[in-house]
């Protein structure tokens, strides 16, 4: 269900459960995405990148999945622990411009 | 070693006084980036600064809004005659040169404009 007051999609899922962000992007010539998580008073963490040569990325608890035809991203979150509380967000760049260009975010809320 | 570090984390000012944020980049990054981010919203790029090159000014959202980065480190944004519009998280991030993208964010500085 959405969240009222951030007004963000909000993903609530079970402690142990596997969680699924997902993303659309705009640009069909962007070629780099990244995934940040963004905590309560923090700046946003780095979490998986991947380039668009590349279908799926695997890194630690977390996979980004890319589908370049429907400009469509994906995280997701293997054993989702409370730790993993946060906004997370997608952003897109055209090679040689570094400028990231953001998603709005999606909070996701795990339930002990 | 150390992260990005901004400073101050707060800022509360009077609508149409200056203010100035700073940004310490990771030692080694050439490329600097400013963002900002309203409440509950995605982050907007501002500016980026790579090593001696004309900074891409292209997101600044007027002419009150300038940065700069001296000896090609340290950054600062001023903000001139600032609006109540102008309230948001101000986030600096760095990265290597051109080619790895992956920028490193600092914990932004609250700016509230009253």
């Known amino acids: 269900g959405e969240s009222v007051g951030l007004h963000l999609p909000t993903l609530s899922v079970q402690e142990g459960d596997n969680s699924i962000i997902n993303c659309a992007y705009s640009?069909?010539?962007?070629?780099?995405f990244i995934w940040y998580k963004q905590e309560s008073g923090k700046g946003p963490q780095f979490i998986i990148d991947?380039?668009?040569?590349?279908d799926k990325r695997q890194g630690q608890r977390v996979t980004v999945l890319l589908n370049k035809t429907v400009k469509h991203l994906s995280l997701q979150i293997a054993a989702t622990q409370p730790g993993d509380s946060a906004v997370y967000f997608c952003?897109?760049?055209?090679?040689?411009?570094?400028?990231?260009?953001f998603g709005k975010g999606n909070q996701v809320v795990v339930i002990p | 070693g150390a992260g990005v570090s901004q400073s101050p984390s707060n800022k509360v000012t009077e609508k149409g006084k200056d203010v100035e944020l700073r940004c310490d980049p990771i030692?080694?990054?050439?490329?600097l980036y400013w963002y900002r981010q309203s409440l509950g919203q995605g982050l907007e790029f501002l500016i980026y600064?790579?090593?001696?090159?004309?900074?891409?000014k292209s997101g600044l959202p007027s002419d009150r809004f300038s940065a700069e980065r001296t000896g090609g480190s340290v950054s600062t944004l001023t903000i001139q005659r600032t609006q109540q519009e102008d309230s948001a998280v101000y986030l600096c991030?760095?990265?290597?040169?051109?080619?790895?993208?992956?920028?490193?964010f600092g914990p932004g500085t609250r700016l509230l404009v009253l």
């Open positions: 991030a760095s990265s290597f040169p051109s080619g790895t993208e992956t920028q490193y």
């Open positions: 640009n069909s010539a962007s070629d780099y």
């Open positions: 991947i380039r668009s040569n590349m």
């Open positions: 952003a897109e760049s055209l090679h040689g411009n570094n400028r990231l260009a």
């Open positions: 030692s080694g990054h050439t490329a």
């Open positions: 600064f790579q090593g001696n090159s004309a900074p891409d």
